[in-house]
């Protein structure tokens, strides 16, 4: 039987790799710059104790560590870049090892810098910001003071940056437990082959359209966390005392409070989320019922909501042409939009395009300060799906793009909770586009059914999630014990009501409060779900052609991290502390799901 050949790096031909002289001629010109760094950063003790000193010291020593911060963020960019191409060669490991060094060393040395900054009393602070020589850095500034409330002496904090490693890590504990310790064992799949089941493959399992395989991959997995229940249970509840005793350390409220407090986000936002999708949950119900009457079930399971009801249709699209329909379906956003990506994505080769030995798997966008933001791709012609992650990973490097073109290099990088929105805000307008040049109605299924289940994952299950965060964060604050009955009852309560009545809810399906391993490194799914949200609002105001609505989203990217981010939502048409842009979502999944109804029943 013949196996897929995959090439080697020096089979790719230049025309499909990312062209990274746009960071560095060449590893010589590499090695001046990590030379540099490495000559000039123990400068940085010139200015300890002096930081409060006057405006002037302040904006010096702040100068100093951008001028470390800027050639430090190309020289990782570029290294990170080279070892994504080939994990294997020696010299792009070394490469980066040598940069991760010297990043802990500089970390190390300007460690007093923030401190001496917090110290600075509020009147000389005041006096500071008005000065001239600050007014590059009043946003930083105002941004790194918001922290001086939770902020302790320098006795405690150096306590509790000694315990900060004893108290962390729980999310590696369940990765090295689930990912190395824990074994799943094999199955056979519908082509007779025998094939290993893992925390990574789980998934694969769950989409093939046999129901045996799906049941038995499903029953199989969960045996094995079943075998690990306790100790995983113990690890989820130290990690949630954790989160606790930071946050009460730090005299937040609650953890949740102090989760949120970095991006600004009130604690009604996330409560807001969560009674926003409780409310309108009957849509979720009637898919779940489709799906059932689709795939010729008398019961539905939780394993049977993940394989498409469209098989993956047959399609082959070469990257130029998924290059066009990417460029045809963000055309509402105008030339400058297009032209940019265009060249960036053809003549300026920001994209590496395709799969060879050693490369990194799956596909992301990458930029710094002055310099493309490359896209690593492993494209292939006959998956569909990779033309959604193109526009994607499109969506990060035009954000990055737009935002270190129109802010200084201390207020471009965007938050978190922004990230997904320029992303997904792509997806929606392939999405309107493949649905306005298409009337094959197994196409328009297949692309209905596509953007139902991203809403699906995204906005419902997401919430889930965050209720359940919620919940046991709150009863740790509340005095009461976090054990393993605990977890899995209060997360069978959330099944029952997230999943309809007709939903058979196998036992083992509890035990998922384990094995998710974002409940280790709380409070970050909501943002999947606001993000999403913020997305759709967003495209829906673009493709209505609202006035203003496209400069208002290109002024949205430009934004950067210059403002918190539902300032810089709002700024855009967006209002993330209403229910609307949540509210707006669950009406397009809804109308998606009356199209599919009607295309499939």
Known sequence: MSTEHVPTRADIPDSDRWDLTHLFVDVSKWQEDFAWVQREYPKLQ????????????LAEILEFEKSLELKMERVYHYASLQLAEDSTNNEYLARIG??????????EAAAFVVPEILAIDDQKFAEFIADPALKDWRIKLHKLRRMKPHVLSEAEERILALGSVALSGYDDTFSQLTDVDMKFGVLTDETGREKPLTQSSFSSFLVK???????????????????????????????????VFHARAKHYSSALAAALFPDDVPVSVYEGLI??????????????????????????????TYVPLVPEIETRFTFDHAVEMVLAALAPLGKEYVDVLAEGLRSKRWCDRYENKGKRSGAFSSGSYGAPPYILMNYKEDVFADVY?????????????FSQTAQLFQEYEY??????????????????????????????????NRQIDDLRGTLFRQTMFAEFE????????SGDALTLDVFKSEYHKLLET???????????????????????????????????????ALSERVLAGDSGSVKAYLDFLRSGGSKFPLETLKAAGVDMTTAAPIESTLRLFERRLAELEELLL
């Open 470 to 477: 919620k919940i046991i964060h709150a009863i740790e604050e």
């Open 415 to 448: 938050p978190i909770f922004l990230a997904e929105v320029a992303s997904t805000f792509n997806e929606e307008l392939l999405t309107h586009h493949l649905l306005e040049t298409t009337r094959d109605p197994k196409m328009r299924a297949y692309v209905i």
């Open 209 to 243: 359209r046999d129901p045996e395989l799906r049941k038995r991959a499903f029953h199989q997995f969960y045996a094995e966390f079943r075998d690990h229940e306790y100790t995983l249970a113990a690890s989820l509840a130290y990690s949630v005392k954790a989160d």
């Open 98 to 107: 040598q940069v991760q060094n010297l990043l802990t060393k500089i970390g």
């Open 46 to 57: 010139e200015w300890k104790g002096r930081v409060g000193e006057s405006a002037q010291t």
């Open 389 to 401: 992650t193109l526009a994607h990973e499109a969506g990060h490097s035009i954000h990055s793009w």
């Open 275 to 304: 009674s926003s999708v409780l409310g309108n949950l009957e849509p979720l119900f009637r898919y779940f019922d489709l799906r059932r009457r689709v795939l010729g079930l008398d019961e539905l399971h939780h394993y049977d």
């Open 498 to 536: 997230y999943f309809a009545e007709n939903f058979v809810l196998d036992p083992e399906l509890d035990l998922e409060c384990l094995r998710i391993s974002h409940f280790y490194h709380a409070f970050y799914v909501y943002k999947y779900a606001t993000g999403i949200s913020a997305a759709v």
